[in-house]
């Protein structure tokens, strides 16, 4: 039983470091705009697909993930760029719509240069579980978990320490003071949007080995990662990581001592029941410590 | 927030693949020809939107046999004329496109249905018309109960069943853990798994299930692994999810042995899950392994020539759906040779007597009470060893 339990364990941890990575690329993109960006799982999904391509054309697989990151920033700078900004005096409908038409968007231009088969990339360090108090884990979790941490320490920092990201919280909290005291809030947002990108790239480089990646693979896995946000309090840094550490979780452990045929109500049903009782997520007394 | 491409699918993409400017040229160059109407050949068929995987493949290959048969001067002295539409999956489309086909266009058999949902909407006009109808798509219901003017070619997801309960008999494993996925092949695999599995002897000890975007089955396979008994695991699924499940199976290292459907019957499935794939077992077509079979095998020689053909002219790989159409559009060729005539009741008697007839998906022997006509060996068991296909006999 302990040995099941810490497999459960270990599957819902990896699934869970995703779904909070890209749980924060929301938030993150929340607190600056308003703004629930819908096409954050397509960075996820370019973050795998491009890393993959990367490899098969010959790139080493370090160079080929920091290459997709830096791809997938550079198309979510432009999505900022081209068409959240310029359409800045729009209501917030109207910008969640435009994010709805990027990922639609994007989506499609994957197709066309990718096609629509599904890929595979090599895990960093090879494939041989390594056994752990009887349970069998890949050593491409460990690595998922261990850059989630990295992460999260270095957002932490950023977000604390750092001027850019006081700035970021300070819009925040509060847009129209922030820009009183001369945060200048259009660059808080080009620069929200860019990181929300590479993150979701990250987390869609590092599940890629273990789940394969292809054209539509970032739609669940954005909206596994809204609910994760939601669960934790849109707009919270560590509501995201917590609500994406508990739904996964959940997922899992559902599965392995429940039933695997509820597993996605589970954690939608847990969700819903935290909406009922706690409307603003799980973290979500901490409002003033918005990202 | 499902992809379609509204400027293709709300194009109507209709065909007229006569051979057009060809026969009249050849009217023209043989004044002695009979100028004799055609025969219509109607399709309606999921070219674009979320089944193009299916329509794709169809399409090309009614476009290429109806080409290589008028070529070679029609069939009992008369041209072939094709008719497509395309009904992008949406069933409600397929029976504007069907009713179209039946009305105005006056087709003498329809080879078409891509899905299951496209056919069981055409199939009320095709039987209140009187118009024979071949379609393609997978479900037992499409035939069964038998409809006077329906027929269907593919292979069904309780025959694939029946192949590895068959194969677990010989290999004398009668405990069975199942993990299929929450999508519609998924399901209904799985569904008609549990209905025939009694039959063989074998006892369902585990059932598992997981969902379309899952990125890890081991919650799944771990209680299956603390199941005691476990002898065979099947997993009914569709697309990456199988290559998860083999590739944890092997990380947990289960060593009943692992059965996959007939839906990742691809070498895209031995490329996702590599290494792990070694030792899995998988009903498929003939037409998969065109190649390696017996050169005794009746069907060699017709899985051969189509998949050299479709490769050359389309210059992409053969897929076992596009062999549906093929057998759909050579089945009714058949029965016009037998019947002598494109009378639709004619047509229909014969096809019902179609007996011997070899095609990609099988030896079909059809009668009044079999619009199918197609038995387990139209499945072959294939396992995977070094990285590659080969035939269990």
């Known amino acids: 039983m302990g040995a099941q339990a810490l497999q459960f364990l270990a599957a819902g941890l990896t699934a869970g470091s995703i779904y909070a990575l890209v749980a924060l690329g929301f938030s993150i993109v929340f607190n600056a705009s308003r703004v629930i960006n819908f096409a954050q799982g397509e960075f996820v999904m370019i973050g795998g697909m491009a890393a993959a391509s990367l490899v098969g054309a010959g790139a080493p697989l370090l160079l080929a993930i920091a290459g997709a990151v830096l791809l997938a920033t550079a198309v979510g700078l432009l999505l900022e760029k081209l068409a959240i900004e310029r359409a800045a005096r729009a209501d917030v409908t109207t910008l969640i719509i435009i994010t709805i038409g990027a990922s639609i968007l994007l989506r499609g231009l994957a197709q066309l240069v990718w096609g629509k088969g599904i890929r595979a990339l090599p895990p960093i360090s090879g494939e041989r579980p390594i056994e752990l108090l009887g349970a069998s884990v890949l050593p491409q979790s460990l690595w998922v978990l261990g850059a989630t941490l990295a992460i999260v320490a270095a957002l932490s920092w950023f977000f604390e320490r750092t001027r850019s990201g006081r700035a970021m919280r300070a819009t925040a909290a509060n847009r129209l003071a922030a820009q009183l005291v001369g945060i200048d809030v259009r660059h808080v947002l080009l620069a929200s949007f860019g990181l929300a990108s590479a993150l979701g790239a990250v987390a869609g480089a590092l599940i890629a080995p273990i789940a394969f990646t292809s054209w539509d693979a970032g739609t669940l896995l954005g909206l596994k990662g809204f609910a994760a946000a939601i669960l934790g309090g849109l707009g919270s840094f560590h509501g995201a990581v917590a609500g994406g550490l508990v739904l996964g979780l959940l997922e899992s452990l559902g599965a392995g001592f429940v039933s695997s045929a509820y597993k996605d109500a589970i954690a939608f049903v847990v969700i819903l029941a935290v909406l009922f009782v706690r409307p603003d997520g799980l973290v979500g007394a901490l409002r003033s410590e918005r990202v | ?393």
């Open chain 2, 1 to 393: 927030m499902r992809l379609h491409l509204p400027a293709r699918a709300a194009l109507l993409t209709r065909r007229c693949i006569l051979a057009g400017a060809a026969a009249l040229a050849a009217a023209a160059a043989l004044p002695g020809a009979a100028a004799e109407e055609p025969l219509r050949v109607g399709a309606f068929l999921s070219v674009t939107g979320p089944a193009a995987f299916l329509g794709d493949p169809e399409q090309k290959t009614l476009e290429m046999v109806v080409e290589r048969l008028n070529a070679a001067g029609g069939v009992n002295g008369r041209k072939l004329q094709l008719v497509v539409y395309d009904d992008a999956g949406d069933a409600e489309k397929a029976r504007t496109f069907a009713k179209r086909l039946l009305e105005q266009d006056k087709v003498d058999v329809i080879v078409g249905g891509s899905t299951t949902g496209t056919t069981m909407a055409a199939i009320p006009l095709a039987e209140q018309a009187g118009t024979p109808f071949l379609s393609l798509a997978g479900a037992v219901g499409i035939v069964e109960p038998v409809k006077k003017w329906v027929f269907k070619t593919p292979h069904t997801d309780r025959m694939a069943c029946e192949k590895i309960f068959a194969d677990m008999q010989s290999r004398k494993l009668s405990k069975l853990a199942l993990i299929s996925g929450t999508g519609g092949f998924d399901k209904s695999m799985r569904g008609e798994c549990l209905k025939v599995v009694g039959k063989y002897g074998i006892e369902v000890v585990a059932d598992e299930s997981y969902g379309a975007a899952d990125t890890d089955m081991t919650a799944q396979l771990t209680k299956i692994k603390a199941t005691p008994g476990v002898q065979a695991v099947l997993n009914a699924g569709f697309g990456q999810g199988p290559a998860i499940v083999t590739k944890n199976y092997r990380q947990l290292g289960l060593t009943a042995a692992l059965y996959q459907s007939h839906g990742v019957a691809s070498k895209e499935f031995i490329r996702l899950a590599g290494d792990a794939a070694e030792g899995v077992r998988l009903p498929a077509s003939a037409l998969l392994v065109a190649e390696l079979l017996n050169d005794e095998d009746p069907q060699k020689p017709v899985v051969v020539a189509y998949k050299r053909d479709y490769e050359a002219r389309w210059k992409s790989d053969v897929s076992t759906f596009g062999g549906h159409a093929y057998d759909g559009l050579m089945l009714t060729v058949d029965a016009l040779k037998r019947a002598g005539s494109a009378d639709r009741a004619k047509l229909r008697d014969a096809l019902e007597a179609t007996h011997g007839y070899v095609g990609t998906g099988g030896v079909v022997n059809m009668s009044a009470a079999d619009h199918l006509g197609l038995d387990l060996t139209a499945f072959r068991m294939l396992e995977v060893r070094k990285g590659n296909w080969v035939v269990i006999r």
